[in-house]
């Protein structure tokens, strides 16, 4: 079955450290995104990406990065210079004017 | 800058109430809308979606929703809620062709249904 694919469900980060969250989509859409969910704020984009080796900045891309090598994949890479990491990371897809299709999520946790 | 506001950020509902979730958004051009929903322990899906033509919507698991454009909103609404439409719902805004895509999203409303 087409969908989105995050990995990993779960994942803890130690103060100052850089972790990377995988989105994979075989839906062979071009456009992707990367959203925040936080309680009571809905979700915030964080980056996106129209086609492949091509992406732009979000409302709330301070600390991230990303890469669109593949237009299957696009890795988010939360660095250290992200203050409040902790939170629940949306991955999604879109193609043309068809509404969007998301991931399961990964939640992330400083300890 | 475009948002989108939800009214309510809890609701609390009986079985067989009816539903009324509000949104409106601040954008003046054409759009796109959605309500997604978010079922405890799952993921983002598609209630409903509106594009252009009837502005009364109808998704699935009974839900409809109504783009009044001179109101900037739409709601989202079914007659009787069930124990099982217990979620977090979400309106979301995209600028129709628009050149980044983006969905622009409420806040969420909690719904709890008491069986």
């Known amino acids: 079955d087409g969908g989105i694919t995050q990995s990993p469900k779960y994942l803890f980060r130690k103060e100052g450290q850089n972790v990377t969250l995988s989105c994979e989509q075989n839906?062979?859409?071009?456009?992707m995104y990367w959203y925040r969910q936080d309680p009571g704020q809905g979700l915030r984009l964080i980056y996106y990406?129209?086609?492949?080796?091509?992406?732009q900045k979000g409302d709330i891309a301070e600390g991230y990065s990303v890469s669109r090598e593949k237009k299957e994949s696009f890795p988010l890479t939360v660095t250290s210079a992200q203050k409040n990491p902790t939170a629940f990371y949306l991955c999604?897809?879109?193609?043309?004017?068809?509404?969007?299709?998301f991931g399961s999520g990964t939640r992330l946790t400083v300890v | 800058a475009q948002s989108v506001s939800q009214h309510n950020h809890h609701v609390i509902l009986s079985e067989a109430a009816s539903l009324e979730l509000g949104c409106n958004y601040s954008?003046?051009?054409?759009?796109?809308l959605f309500w997604y929903v978010q079922y405890p322990g799952q993921h983002l899906q598609l209630l409903l979606k509106?594009?252009?033509?009837?502005?009364l919507v109808k998704g699935i698991k009974g839900f409809e929703a109504e783009f009044i454009k001179s109101k900037f909103s739409f709601n989202l609404r079914k007659p009787s809620v069930q124990w099982s439409d217990t979620a977090e719902y979400f309106c979301?805004?995209?600028?129709?062709?628009?050149?980044?895509?983006?969905?622009?999203f409420g806040k969420g409303t909690k719904l709890s249904v008491k069986p």
């Open positions: 999604a897809s879109r193609t043309g004017e068809a509404g969007y299709t």
């Open positions: 839906l062979n859409h071009d456009a």
């Open positions: 990406s129209q086609i492949v080796n091509d992406f």
């Open positions: 954008y003046g051009g054409t759009v796109n």
């Open positions: 509106y594009f252009s033509g009837d502005p």
């Open positions: 979301a805004v995209k600028r129709y062709g628009g050149s980044q895509g983006n969905l622009i």
